[in-house]
């Protein structure tokens, strides 16, 4: 019993192949195979369907009555696969869709004019924003790209590190005024991280540094903490580029270097060749980059 044999693209190529050159060895060429894998395949191709689909003659190859019906369907076949290839390929090539962004809430002010810059600059993307401080949301694909502080990149995803993202000490003119006349930052009252954000270096800093009992508050957010300097209730270890703008709020240190860390953005593997995310993490870099000083904690006019 003859054993059924299935067509193979390789197999489709080669069928019109052979009738577009008219001949075994241009067809081979025109496939980047040698003349004799051309003959076996034919001929192997040829046993299997139990038909032949080409006469060979000193002047070339010629269609059989089986091969003309092989190659209405195969014309038809390979037209199709490449209009979909082009349909696919191009399909994400154009920036549009939607690009969901996840970032820290401590991000968001900096994050709101590149936005719209982003918006206008690419009206056909849609944004949507998760506000979340984990990475899962990414390596789920519940989003496409992440800008956070991180010491380190998680090893699944791809990106780029953008700057130093720095910070300081923060409280009220009336704890800046406590320091002029010669107060010791450490015995002022204090906001701090409480267990959740135990692993942010300004709580490891805090825990080293300010003894217990000076802590009068404690937030699970760093918004949460700044809210406590604004209002007067501790000196708090905040971002700069969140703080500096802050009119209610004055710097009591420089940046300090314990407190450092990076800031990332960061892509799944799979989506950094789409056009919408490639359009995005560029816009985003560039527009970052520019603002490093805001981000580093050396931009003029901080307030102190």
């Known amino acids: 019993m003859q054993t059924e044999r299935r067509l193979s693209l390789d197999d489709l190529h080669l069928i019109r192949a052979i009738a577009d050159a008219g001949s075994?060895?241009?067809a081979a060429r025109q496939l980047g195979v040698n003349h004799s894998s051309a003959f076996r395949r034919l001929g192997a191709l040829e046993h299997q369907l139990g038909a032949r689909l080409f006469e060979r003659a000193r002047d070339g190859y010629t269609a059989t009555p089986a091969g003309e019906a092989a190659l209405a369907t195969v014309g038809h076949l390979l037209d199709e696969l490449?209009?979909?290839?082009?349909?696919?390929?191009?399909?994400?090539?154009?920036?549009?869709g939607v690009v969901r962004?996840?970032?820290?809430?401590?991000?968001?002010?900096?994050?709101?004019?590149?936005?719209?810059?982003?918006?206008?600059?690419?009206?056909?993307?849609?944004?949507?924003?998760?506000?979340?401080n984990a990475?899962?949301?990414?390596?789920?694909?519940?989003?496409?790209?992440?800008?956070?502080?991180?010491?380190?990149?998680?090893?699944?995803?791809?990106?780029?590190?953008?700057s130093t993202l720095a910070t300081g000490l923060y409280g009220t003119p009336a704890h800046l005024k406590s320091l002029q006349r010669g107060a010791d930052v450490r015995t002022l009252p204090w906001a701090a991280p409480d267990?959740?954000?135990?692993?942010?270096?300004?709580?490891r800093w805090i825990a080293r540094e300010v003894a217990p009992e000076r802590v009068v508050f404690r937030a699970s957010t760093l918004m949460g903490l700044a809210m406590a300097a604004q209002q007067g209730l501790g000196v708090a270890a905040l971002p700069c580029c969140l703080a500096d703008h802050d009119r209610r709020l004055?710097?009591?240190?420089p940046p300090l270097p314990e407190?450092?860390?990076?800031?990332?953005?960061?892509?799944?593997?799979?989506?950094?060749?789409?056009?919408?995310?490639?359009?995005?993490?560029?816009?985003?870099?560039?527009?970052?980059?520019?603002?490093?000083?805001?981000?580093?904690?050396?931009?003029?006019?901080?307030h102190g």
């Open 82 to 96: 490449d209009a979909l290839h082009t349909r696919l390929a191009g399909a994400d090539m154009r920036p549009f």
């Open 135 to 162: 990475f899962f949301t990414l390596s789920r694909r519940d989003a496409d790209v992440a800008l956070r502080p991180a010491a380190e990149a998680p090893e699944h995803l791809v990106g780029r590190r953008l």
């Open 250 to 253: 004055r710097r009591l240190s």
């Open 259 to 302: 407190m450092a860390t990076a800031l990332w953005l960061l892509t799944h593997p799979d989506l950094r060749r789409v056009a919408r995310v490639r359009a995005f993490v560029a816009f985003a870099s560039a527009w970052l980059e520019a603002r490093q000083p805001e981000l580093d904690g050396t931009a003029a006019g901080s």
């Open 101 to 132: 962004l996840t970032t820290t809430d401590t991000l968001i002010d900096v994050l709101g004019p590149m936005l719209a810059a982003f918006r206008t600059a690419h009206p056909e993307i849609t944004l949507e924003l998760i506000v979340s």
């Open 195 to 203: 267990d959740s954000l135990s692993h942010l270096a300004s709580a």
């Open 24 to 26: 075994l060895s241009a």
